[in-house]
């Protein structure tokens, strides 16, 4: 863990460290103003850690693209706000221990927000998506990640079915290898390195598995 959060700052992002998901909250408190335009990705682990409720309370301009009742045209409004966001809160799919941050969408509404646009973003990582090398990364999310997001947005693809993506059968283990769903959530890839905006990507580690 050391190790890895002194590669996150080499890497000019801002790592912190915290045990337990309810910590979460009380850390993001210090690092967000009440009043502040703030969005969030879809994220398993930001509902698990209470910061989608925190987003909710009303303490905050939330643009949130999951109320009910909007339009696909309301919510592609949402996600053109959010590049003027203060701050935007996702997960990831992966970090390396060399200091990388792997994500993977289907829309890339989230990828584009985490590398352009809001003046911070705050990703909530639990231990379970630590890896060892970028390769380690592509493969978690064809073994983890897109499985078991497709079975929670129930998506009509391969890996929904099986546990695992079809890239992995057919002998192509290749980043971008996968299937020809219309379901597909595997298509757009981002790795984050070396970061020209100092601290602008902030990291919670929780020392718990959150997520997929
Ligand atoms: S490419 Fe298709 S089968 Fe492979 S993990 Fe992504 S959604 Fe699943």
């Known amino acids: 863990m050391k190790n890895l959060m002194e590669n996150l700052i080499k890497n000019n992002m801002e790592p912190y460290f915290v045990e337990k998901a309810e910590d979460v909250v009380p850390l993001v408190k210090t690092l967000i103003k009440e009043g502040e335009t703030v969005s969030a990705g879809g994220s398993l682990t930001l509902k698990q850690t209470g910061i989608t409720e925190l987003l909710k309370s009303g303490k905050y301009n939330f643009l949130d693209r999951s109320k009910d009742g909007l339009t696909q045209d309301d919510i592609r409004e949402i996600y ?4 003027g966001a203060d701050t935007y809160f996702a997960s990831a799919n992966a970090i390396t221990k060399n200091g990388e941050i792997y994500n993977v969408d289907g829309n890339a509404n989230r990828v584009s927000a985490i590398i352009f646009g809001p003046k911070q973003v ?9 890896v060892d090398t970028l390769d380690d990364a592509i493969k978690r999310v064809k073994e983890i990640s897109a499985p078991c997001n497709t079975k929670r947005l129930s998506c009509d693809t391969y890996c929904n079915k099986t546990g695992h993506c079809i890239s992995l059968d057919n002998g192509g283990e290749k980043m971008t290898d996968g299937c020809e769903s219309d379901g597909r ?28």
């Open 122 to 130: 705050i990703l909530v990582v639990g231990v379970n998506k630590i």
């Open 185 to 212: 959530i595997c298509c757009s890839y981002t790795v984050l390195a070396h970061q020209r905006a100092k601290k602008r990507i902030k990291i919670i580690l929780v020392n718990e598995e959150l997520g997929f």
């Open 80 to 83: 053109i706000k959010t590049f």
